[in-house]
């Protein structure tokens, strides 16, 4: 689950690096390009701030969110990794923010109980935050080195895959309703974190379409480059008031 809310991070970034291999492939010009980040950061955003709003979404069950989150997100990955043109892409890209908003949304309560101790999820929560921001520009990179585009989407599905098991075998146990200071959605952290990954991204994809099309950098020697952007965010700690 921990892995999932990391990929689901990562994901606000994990694809600049494969832009300009996507940008000549599709034939297509950079405003339509950058959808492929920008589709899926609005649905992100849109889709936490819908469950910050709504009662009734922050009092539903933890597992059946996560379930219903992580099954789009996991249909959303093999839509994008066999996509034929951008428009599918696109579409695609916004179906996993969608269902990486459920995912935020519902992990931290359900991670409390998979794990028996709220302290820990918390910590193991914010941690994959963290980590997914730091690694996702270097492991889009890599992954679009080595293989193409598509192979970040296709890398995707079994960690969505793996979590959606979780999430079942939790939500056979007959887990509780949100309710209470202790089963409350995290969404003023899960949207602040958002919001600043979305801006990390515009800042990446200036440094991508210089690194890579200005100065013909390699999309594996490039990701060194664009990850001292996040990195610095990997170190930094909070303490649970």
Same mark, same amino acid.
């Given at each position: 689950?921990?892995?999932?809310?990391?990929?689901?991070?990562?994901?606000?970034?994990?694809?600049?690096?494969?832009?300009?291999?996507?940008?000549?492939?599709?034939?297509?010009?950079?405003?339509?390009?950058?959808?492929?980040?920008?589709?899926?950061?609005?649905?992100?955003?849109?889709?936490?701030?819908?469950?910050?709003?709504?009662?009734?979404?922050?009092?539903?069950?933890?597992?059946?969110?996560?379930?219903?989150?992580?099954?789009?997100?996991?249909?959303?990955?093999?839509?994008?990794?066999?996509?034929?043109?951008?428009?599918?892409?696109?579409?695609?890209?916004?179906?996993?923010?969608?269902?990486?908003?459920? +995912?935020? %949304? =519902? @992990? /931290?309560?359900?991670?409390?109980? &998979?794990?028996?101790?709220?302290? *820990?999820?918390? #910590?193991?929560?914010?941690?994959?935050?963290?980590?997914?921001?730091?690694?996702?520009?270097?492991?889009?990179?890599?992954?679009?080195?080595?293989?193409?585009?598509?192979?970040?989407?296709?890398?995707?599905?079994?960690?969505?895959?793996?979590?959606?098991?979780?999430?079942?075998?939790?939500?056979?146990?007959?887990?509780?309703?949100?309710?209470?200071?202790?089963?409350?959605?995290?969404?003023?952290?899960?949207?602040?974190?958002?919001?600043?990954?979305?801006?990390?991204?515009?800042?990446?994809?200036?440094?991508?379409?210089?690194?890579?099309?200005?100065?013909?950098?390699?999309? +594996?020697? %490039? =990701? @060194? /480059?664009?990850?001292?952007?996040? &990195?610095?965010?990997?170190?930094? *700690?909070?303490? #649970?008031?």
């Amino acid at each position: 689950m921990a892995a999932a809310v990391a990929v689901a991070f990562a994901d606000s970034s994990i694809v600049v690096l494969a832009l300009p291999e996507l940008y000549v492939g599709f034939e297509t010009t950079i405003p339509r390009i950058s959808w492929v980040i920008s589709a899926y950061n609005v649905a992100v955003v849109v889709g936490v701030g819908v469950v910050a709003l709504l009662p009734f979404a922050r009092r539903a069950r933890p597992a059946r969110t996560a379930v219903v989150g992580l099954t789009i997100f996991l249909a959303a990955s093999i839509a994008c990794a066999v996509a034929g043109n951008l428009a599918w892409l696109v579409a695609g890209r916004t179906a996993q923010g969608v269902g990486a908003a459920l +995912l935020l %949304g =519902a @992990s /931290l309560p359900l991670m409390a109980v &998979l794990s028996g101790v709220q302290e *820990r999820a918390v #910590a193991v929560w914010i941690g994959a935050g963290l980590l997914g921001t730091a690694v996702g520009p270097a492991l889009g990179g890599l992954l679009t080195e080595a293989f193409n585009w598509r192979a970040i989407f296709a890398a995707q599905a079994p960690v969505a895959a793996a979590a959606l098991a979780a999430a079942l075998h939790a939500r056979t146990r007959g887990l509780p309703r949100l309710r209470g200071r202790r089963a409350r959605i995290p969404l003023a952290a899960a949207l602040g974190l958002v919001l600043l990954f979305a801006a990390l991204v515009g800042a990446l994809f200036l440094a991508v379409l210089l690194i890579i099309t200005v100065w013909d950098y390699t999309p +594996l020697a %490039g =990701a @060194s /480059l664009v990850s001292a952007l996040p &990195l610095p965010s990997a170190p930094a *700690r909070w303490r #649970a008031g």
